[in-house]
């Protein structure tokens, strides 16, 4: 059994330090979680307009001091994080990532894949490979929001071995988190949606973000859910073993029971785009 | 536009005459409908407990009765039916399947890939390949009930330019439907799930089939939804261009943002049976 949550919370445009100290002070109040999951580009707020903002405000990893500064929380409170955050590299790329810390120390780096929307003008996108993390307790795997619409993510994660999806999110509409419990279902996997609440205002531009962050089981329940406006860490115990026996049925594996060899297309990826 | 929807009803087990019957009286009470979907195994019921009820109620298709008798309501209709049977072969197989039959006669027959629990011990599984059928006014594919729970297959059907997803089912429990809203927006198809009530008391068990026969859309509406245990048909006029349009925003292509080249899983499917 483990202890695994979220943190909803708002970050503020542009306001690193701000937002940075206010993550370490939710992560304080729940030190007896085992896994904690943060909203994506939770250090800087989502809405970049231009690509000198990302150049101020994006940090490199492990060496900026978000991350240093999670790799000292996660150490003291013994707990593992995983923290969306804007990255720069040092050949001037900027990424949509996640971060996984660990008392240990800095783990890995997820690359958001699947772009969303004009996060496509600023961001490179990920090329993976899809890792997975033993932490001891549990098999983890990071997918960032809009990952949450291409099945084959989680798909592909989930039999490697992912007993946890960790799911930091910057969500305006409810569809990701009905279908985190498709995901949940269909790999036989916890997941763990974390939302963040509040607005970003811009000189051309606004987004509310709608909360709701959850966890969801591998049975397709809903173990938690927060609000839609409040800031909130919701932490819920689990058995990560439920996520290994991927029997749906007494005579259905989830995985052993997929038709491998039928699944292929008979138009292909690249006919799609003339 | 087209009119589309599902016929949920009681399928008596065994009493395949009753059965057959009972849907052309039904189809014929939505004359005005393009296409209508109805129940997996609608002429058989169920829950089959030994193979001779099989060699009993399968029909051969499409020389059987009941295709026969839905061939001649769809050119008196002028509807396109997608019918759950129980077929049987001349060398001695039996499958869960499905029909496509049009004004113009007997279409297609899709038989189910990913059987379901006991389903196991009386039907062969079927073999694909996933084809699509341009009935002028759409493009549709099928799926059948426990199918629902495997991505891959939707997926393919859709890439493959399935504008509507035709699922009968007979489902006992609600995970159906909300996995088939993810799959909607994941893909953009509608999805036309036609779900049975009532239940199957057998010798040695029993089933109750709980209804809830739904349409949802591309944008992951569900347009139309049924009881769960009354006889109902729904019928919706929809617009099948909208399931033509990929883009979730104005920057994302659902099919083209895939990205392929990354979805390789680590771990093959041969080494899960280890």
Chains 1, 2 share one sequence.
Request: charged share 25%; aromatic share 10%.
């Amino acid at each position: 059994m483990m202890k695994v949550g979220y943190i909803q919370f708002h970050p503020l445009f542009g306001e690193v330090d701000y937002n940075r100290t206010h993550t370490l002070e939710l992560i304080h109040q729940r030190a007896d979680a085992d896994l904690l999951v943060l909203p994506e580009l939770c250090t800087t707020g989502y809405l970049f307009t231009d690509k000198t903002e990302l150049e101020r405000l994006a940090e490199f990893i492990p060496e900026g001091k978000s991350t240093k500064a999670w790799i000292k929380i996660a150490k003291e409170t013994n707990t593992y994080l995983v923290a969306g955050i804007c990255e720069k590299t040092k050949d001037g790329k900027f990424y949509n990532s996640s971060v996984l810390i660990g008392p240990e120390g800095y783990i890995d780096t997820y690359r958001k894949i699947h772009l969303f929307n004009t996060e496509k003008n600023f961001f490179s996108p990920g090329n993976g490979p899809f890792k997975i993390y033993d932490i001891g307790i549990a098999k983890l795997g990071m997918i960032i929001c809009f990952d949450w619409a291409f099945p084959e993510l989680t798909r592909i994660l989930a039999l490697n071995g992912a007993e946890i999806i960790c799911h930091p999110s910057n969500l305006v509409l409810s569809f990701a988190q009905k279908v985190m419990l498709a995901r949940s279902i269909e790999n036989r996997v916890y997941t763990i949606t974390a939302n963040r609440i509040g607005d970003d205002i811009r000189p051309s531009s606004k987004l509310i973000f709608t909360g709701e962050s959850q966890v969801t089981s591998p049975k397709m329940e809903i173990l938690l859910k927060a609000s839609v406006d409040k800031e909130e860490i919701g932490v819920v115990e689990i058995d990560p073993l439920l996520a290994q026996n991927k029997m749906i049925t007494a005579n259905n594996h989830i995985f052993l029971d997929r038709r491998v060899e039928l699944y292929q297309p008979i138009i292909n990826h690249n006919e799609l785009e003339k």
